[in-house]
């Protein structure tokens, strides 16, 4: 069965400090990779998608994520992160052509202002 | 905007109960999903819907069943409610075919079973 597994639980930054979420699958076919986050108090909502094409994505709020064939893994990046950036972040995978999402399990970041 | 709501965000039933939990769509997506949220345990599936009255078991649907009857309403039925089920419930819905990735979610339903 295809997984999704993140390395990070908990993370810990100052603000303007980079960030580095990572991200692993499994499934050899072909995915399509999301990451999804959750403000608190907030619904979940979707940060940045990857279907096909350049493997670096661009997501909201200055967040990309590449997409790593050969490693199957897809990371989540920002340069210099804000306070408003604590929320929890999920990976996700869907096999082309299912109808559903496998999730990861999440990690909480936590921003000191 | 698309909206998805749930019939409560806290609900709070005893162990043995039946307990009903709404979601309801406003964008005619063919797709409703289920999940339960718990705290290291991410987001898990529990059903899913793919058309009125249609539904298939997600990952841990033990415990559950639901109730498709009409398309903007997908219900989650817990026919005898455990401690274990106590955790946070999110609807989700999607229109079908290459857009089924774009779900949106629920504020969610923080059930606690006694």
């Known amino acids: 069965a295809q997984s999704v597994s993140q390395h990070n639980h908990h993370v810990i930054l100052s603000e303007a400090a980079s960030l580095e979420l990572g991200c692993n699958y499994s499934y050899g076919g072909t995915v399509n990779l999301f990451w999804y986050v959750q403000y608190p108090g907030q619904h979940l909502q979707l940060l940045l998608k990857?279907?096909?094409?350049?493997?670096l994505v661009k997501g909201i709020k200055g967040f990309e994520a590449e997409f790593i064939k050969s490693k199957f893994s897809f990371n989540l990046r920002k340069p210099s992160v804000q306070w408003s950036d604590t929320a929890e972040y999920f990976c996700a995978v869907r096999v082309a052509g299912d109808d559903k999402i496998i999730f990861g399990k999440g990690t909480r970041l936590h921003i000191l202002p | 905007d698309v909206k998805v709501t749930q019939s409560s965000r806290y609900l709070v039933k005893r162990t043995g109960e039946k307990v009903f939990l709404e979601c309801v769509q406003d964008m005619d997506h063919e797709n409703m999903f289920w999940y339960r949220q718990d705290p290291g345990l991410g987001l898990r599936l529990i059903y899913f819907?793919?058309?009125?009255?249609?539904?298939e078991k997600g990952d841990i649907p033990e415990g559950y069943s639901v109730s498709r009857e009409k398309k903007e309403r997908f219900s989650l039925i817990l026919e005898s409610a455990s401690t274990n089920q106590t955790s946070m419930y999110l609807c989700a819905s999607s229109f079908a075919g290459t857009r089924t990735w774009e779900q949106y979610f629920g504020p969610g339903t923080r059930l606690t079973v006694t």
């Open positions: 990857y279907f096909s094409g350049d493997p």
């Open positions: 819907s793919y058309d009125v009255k249609m539904k």
